[in-house]
């Protein structure tokens, strides 16, 4: 059965940082791009950033420079470091599978990061 | 980007009735569309997946239609767990992924 489950969630200060973790179980990580897409409360879904099964790595606008994802697949993990965050950070961070068919197949249960002073 | 706008943005409807919710892409993605199913507090779950190729496991009561710009996702005979927030998404060119904004199907 395929899982991932997000932790690293939590209330931090503007400005701050903080590192999400997802680990990943039931499938060969390594063979699978993975996402992290957002959703603030009561808001519509929003991506957040993906990496290749090779390590490439993508970003919206809205993040780049202060956002970071990564892998280890000997760990079957994958991270987001989230640096410089602004209140409209605040959200439901998602790690996801992504789907040969382009979309994404598997959703963890999400964690919340608050930012706020 | 390709912008990705849905219709309605909420409909009311009985169980047993048919459900259509439209996306509109900003510009031609060919069939690279996806639909998702979120229930409150829950995390998206996939229905559909390259305009209309349904996700295993998914009820056949849900059928999606589409190329271009313009698609449709119905459901066929509203059942009580059909209600939710359902969103479209183009895979078609990217970075970015993007999302439609939802249509939340509720009880009349």
């Known amino acids: 059965e395929v899982q991932l489950v997000e932790s690293g969630g939590g209330l931090v200060q503007p400005g701050g940082s903080l590192r999400l973790s997802c680990a990943a179980s039931?499938?060969?990580?390594?063979?699978?791009?993975m996402h992290w897409v957002r959703q603030a409360t009561g808001k519509g879904l929003e991506w957040v950033s993906a990496?290749?099964?090779?390590?490439?790595?993508y970003y919206p606008g809205s993040v780049k420079g202060r956002f970071t994802i990564s892998r280890e697949n000997a760990k079957n993990s994958l991270y987001l470091q989230m640096n410089s965050l602004r209140a409209g950070d605040t959200a439901v961070y998602y790690c996801?599978?992504?789907?040969?068919?382009?979309?994404?197949?598997?959703w963890g249960q999400g964690t919340l990061v608050t930012v706020s002073s | 980007d390709i912008q990705m706008t849905q219709s309605p943005s909420s409909v009311s409807a009985s169980v047993g009735d048919r459900v259509t919710i439209t996306c509109r892409a900003s510009?031609?993605?060919?069939?690279?569309l996806a639909w998702y199913q979120q229930k409150p507090g829950k995390a998206p779950k996939l229905l559909i997946y390259?305009?209309?190729s349904l996700q295993s496991g998914v009820p056949s009561r849900f059928s999606g239609s589409g190329s271009g710009t313009d698609f449709t996702l119905t459901i066929s005979s509203l059942q009580p767990e059909d209600f939710a927030t359902y969103y479209c998404?183009?895979?078609?060119?990217?970075?970015?992924?993007?999302f439609g904004q939802g249509t939340k199907v509720e009880i009349k």
């Open positions: 039931g499938f060969t990580f390594s063979s699978y791009d």
């Open positions: 990496i290749g099964t090779a390590g490439d790595t």
């Open positions: 998404q183009q895979a078609n060119s990217f970075p970015p992924w993007t």
């Open positions: 390259a305009a209309s």
């Open positions: 510009q031609g993605i060919s069939s690279w």
């Open positions: 996801a599978r992504g789907f040969p068919g382009r979309a994404f197949d598997y």
